[in-house]
């Protein structure tokens, strides 16, 4: 049990020669915005070296953060949703290059009846806003929005560009998972992903777990000219592509800030995210409940052997990580415009690639982030599964306290070699 300088309690386990992931750790509660509470995992060769936590889960109620404590992971759960969808197509059960009519026939109306599973989970579909009107019961009870989406013209032409599908990714691909197995997403991931692994994550919150969920905070928001500067220093990117970037794909009217609100479902100002129908309905787009110990497990067991369970083959593994997002142009550029998908979006199917927004180990790291500042990710060259979750929900491009965590685990390894 160790204070961190901002005077909260860390607490945990750190093997020998894993000190600089908890030096890390402890230094994020003093940085900018520093953590209200936070908790980090580290498997390495299928056995956790590092599990730290510490903070408030509720600040206004003063209860620490404590070992079992879940946090909202947002879009990290959209790297349990494509594990679900490579586990079905490791046993045969699911073909990635299959049109997606196979398993779903009423998807191919409005033209979509070519587009093959791959660019479901590849963003590729032009599938990433749904025109509506849904409202929030709507996206709870699962089937209005699947009616929405099968309805939905794509946005451009299938397979030619590329767009975060921020939140139509987890009903398409959930209903996908459905249509094969009977089951829906979230049940699909507690039956053949956490309870082999004995994990404490859910899509869909159990009413017995609500106790233990920390509630979020937000950090103040950055300003236009902050978040311009992130951008160029984790890019690498000059600042006049940055600022027609931002403008082209992210502005008041572009395709992504539509994305967002899912036909009208979502409104943030609501605080929705903080309420009990949130966390019991399943959104595989972006409502897992985990801690930090469950996401590391879960990223371990895909590259390496976890108490006698592996999820997936090394073959799995390769063909699940080919980056597809280098093939295509991110939709909504302007002419002219170049911004390399290693830059910006390299998206393998349903998992992000090592590139310089996000926080990896290693050139062939896998993973996804989440909105506020969570992470998870596996490096299969390293044999290491990595999970970090916070409450303090901070929206920055290459989040500083995930890639200092991740920047410490880099730094372990290279001093065991």
């Known amino acids: 049990m160790l204070n961190t300088?901002?005077?909260?309690?860390?607490?945990?386990?750190?093997?020998?020669?894993?000190?600089?992931?908890?030096?890390?750790f402890r230094a994020n509660f003093a940085g900018s915005p520093g953590e209200v509470g936070a908790a980090c995992c580290v498997y390495r060769d299928g056995r956790p070296v590092v599990d730290v936590w510490g903070g408030f889960a509720d600040r206004e109620a003063h209860r620490a953060w404590s070992p079992d404590t879940l946090a909202l992971v947002a879009s990290t759960t959209k790297g349990a949703t494509a594990l679900c969808a490579h586990l079905l197509a490791q046993r045969g059960e699911l073909d990635l290059d299959a049109p997606v009519v196979k398993y779903w026939p009423e998807f191919g109306a409005a033209g979509k009846e070519q587009i093959p599973v791959r660019w479901l989970l590849s963003h590729q579909a032009g599938l990433p806003i749904v025109d509506g009107p849904?409202?929030?019961?709507?996206?709870?009870?699962?089937?209005?929005?699947?009616?929405?989406?099968?309805?939905?013209?794509?946005?451009?032409?299938p397979g030619t560009e590329?767009?975060?599908?921020?939140?139509?990714?987890?009903?398409?691909?959930?209903?996908?998972?459905?249509?094969?197995?009977?089951?829906?997403?979230?049940?699909?991931?507690?039956?053949?992903?956490?309870?082999?692994?004995?994990?404490?994550?859910?899509?869909g919150l159990p009413a017995e777990q609500e106790e233990r969920v920390a509630r979020i905070e937000y950090?103040?928001?950055?300003?236009?000219?902050?978040?311009?500067?992130?951008?160029?220093?984790?890019?690498?990117?000059?600042?006049?592509?940055?600022?027609?970037?931002?403008?082209?794909?992210?502005?008041?009217?572009s395709v992504q800030a539509r994305a967002g609100q899912l036909g009208g479902a979502f409104d943030h100002s609501t605080g929705y995210a903080n309420t009990r129908a949130f966390r019991a309905a399943e959104f595989p787009f972006g409502n897992m409940f985990s801690d930090a110990r469950s996401l590391a497990r879960m990223y371990a067991a895909t590259v390496s052997s976890v108490d006698?369970?592996?999820?997936?083959?090394?073959?799995?593994?390769?063909?699940?990580?080919?980056?597809?997002?280098?093939?295509?142009?991110m939709n909504g550029l302007p002419p002219g415009l170049d911004v390399p998908a290693n830059r910006s979006f390299y998206m393998a199917l349903g998992f992000w690639r090592a590139c310089p927004p996000m926080p990896w180990v290693g050139p062939g790291s896998f993973g996804h982030p989440g909105s506020g500042g969570s992470v998870a990710f596996a490096d299969p060259d390293a044999r290491?599964?990595?999970?970090?979750?916070?409450?303090?929900?901070?929206?920055?491009?290459?989040?500083?306290?995930?890639?200092?965590?991740?920047?410490?685990?880099?730094?372990?390894?290279?001093s065991q070699r």
């Open 5 to 24: 300088a901002s005077g909260t309690v860390m607490q945990g386990h750190v093997e020998d020669g894993w000190g600089r992931v908890a030096d890390a």
């Open 308 to 329: 006698g369970v592996r999820l997936l083959t090394p073959a799995t593994v390769e063909r699940m990580t080919v980056v597809q997002t280098d093939r295509t142009r």
């Open 384 to 414: 290491v599964g990595f999970g970090y979750v916070t409450n303090l929900w901070s929206f920055r491009v290459g989040e500083p306290r995930a890639s200092n965590l991740a920047a410490a685990v880099t730094a372990c390894l290279s």
């Open 134 to 157: 849904l409202t929030f019961e709507d996206a709870c009870a699962w089937h209005p929005v699947i009616r929405a989406l099968e309805a939905q013209k794509p946005e451009w032409r």
């Open 219 to 253: 950090a103040a928001p950055f300003t236009l000219e902050e978040m311009t500067a992130g951008m160029i220093e984790t890019t690498g990117l000059d600042r006049d592509t940055v600022i027609a970037w931002m403008n082209a794909v992210w502005g008041p009217d």
């Open 162 to 203: 590329h767009v975060y599908h921020s939140m139509t990714f987890g009903f398409l691909v959930g209903e996908v998972v459905r249509r094969i197995t009977g089951n829906s997403l979230g049940a699909f991931f507690a039956e053949e992903v956490a309870a082999p692994l004995g994990l404490s994550a859910w899509i």
